[in-house]
């Protein structure tokens, strides 16, 4: 039995954990939860699992803490945003095996991250990455040609830039395939969100940006594919479901039996793929770039993003002015020393530069 602790337990991967440790309690046993902020239905989940007031922590620095003392098998992060970094590190330096929904503390620590990583102990949760670690199996890695990963293309799909420009907040959270919170949901929406996944696929797989490309698939049951030196592609297919990259990175490399059902063959149907326009959503062209140059740049990249998007919901933003105030905050950075430090410097300039961008694109 594995002893799971989750952290971002009140969003929608800490929901989902949950329903996957409650349906096998012969496999998993909760033994800690963390929260952002949400003291009251935290406090309701450390009921229901009947955990004490040190098996739960609200906040980041409280995760870490929590972390060093659980004695966790595996530990789930589902923190959103970049505030995960220091969870992760954490996890990472505890031996646990880390369960990464929290994209945005890979990208932003990048080195820092994957140098305190041991062999395999990054199991990723996103279900694009958790589709490429299986099919990656079928191959060695001098074997892969290139890594494609699946988008969805959000609720715009099909739509010119100029016809994006009087997007509302509401038609934004509007995702026609995945329920998410706000932040991800938009990221979706502007395709931040897969150029983000570009960048974590790089970091987790080691294979080269011009390796990685995107494609378009509208029913969201391919969720990527692996194409292989000979010719061939491996695809991982399953229903848009959460619940079953979080029960493979839960038990990882083993499968839990019936975690969703599977994708039924009985009827016809069709599965759609279209190239990626890159004019109407430059975000992943743009997170290659940022990936390329590496250093603190993608913590540019994702800090610049998130003011943009909290600017974009408050009023005082335009949906196409999210991935310029990216653009002008990446355009004048010069990179940080990699350190914990240098990644929150980067990361508080960033968003105070993305503030006065904001502030006269406004005026």
């Known amino acids: 039995m594995r002893k799971v602790l989750l952290l971002g337990s009140t969003g929608s991967i800490g929901v989902q954990t949950q329903d996957i440790i409650r349906a096998n309690p012969d496999r998993f046993q909760l033994v800690g939860l963390s929260a952002g902020s949400n003291a009251e239905v935290l406090q309701a989940q450390a009921t229901e699992w009947g955990l004490s007031p040190d098996q739960t922590a609200l906040g980041a620095e ?211 793929f279209a190239p990626l326009d890159s004019d109407a959503f430059p975000a992943v062209e743009m997170a290659k770039d940022v990936g390329r140059r590496g250093a603190t740049f993608p913590a540019v990249f994702n800090a610049a993003n998130e003011q943009a998007v909290d600017a974009f919901h408050d009023g005082a933003l335009s949906f196409v002015g999210i991935t310029d105030v990216i653009e002008q905050v990446v355009a004048k950075h010069q990179p940080e020393e990699m350190t914990v430090a240098g990644v929150l410097a980067a990361e508080a300039w960033a968003r105070d530069l993305a503030d006065q961008v904001i502030s006269e694109m406004g005026a």
Not at 102 to 108: C, F, G, M, R
């Open 62 to 272: 409280e995760s870490v803490e929590l972390v060093k003392r659980s004695g966790a098998d595996v530990v789930v992060n589902a923190i959103t945003g970049s505030v995960g970094l220091l969870p992760t590190l954490a996890v990472l330096e505890s031996g646990a095996s880390l369960a990464l929904a929290n994209k945005e503390s890979l990208i932003v620590g990048g080195s820092l991250v994957t140098d305190a990583a041991a062999p395999g102990q990054i199991v990723p949760v996103d279900s694009e990455h958790s589709a490429l670690a299986q099919a990656l199996m079928a191959g060695t890695s001098q074997e892969v040609a290139k890594l494609i990963l699946t988008a969805s293309g959000g609720p715009f799909r099909g739509k010119t830039r100029d016809q994006l420009t009087d997007i509302t907040p509401e038609q934004a959270l509007a995702h026609p395939t995945w329920n998410m919170g706000r932040v991800v949901t938009t990221n979706s929406a502007t395709l931040v969100n897969k150029g983000l996944e570009v960048i974590e696929a790089h970091l987790l797989f080691g294979v080269p940006f011009d390796q990685i490309e995107v494609t378009v698939h509208p029913q969201s049951i391919v969720h990527s594919m692996v194409e292989f030196v000979d010719g061939s592609t491996i695809a991982q297919c399953s229903p848009p479901d959460m619940r079953l990259p979080i029960a493979l990175a839960l038990e990882w490399p083993h499968r839990v039996p019936g975690a969703v059902p599977p994708v039924s063959f009985a009827e016809a149907t069709s599965w759609e």
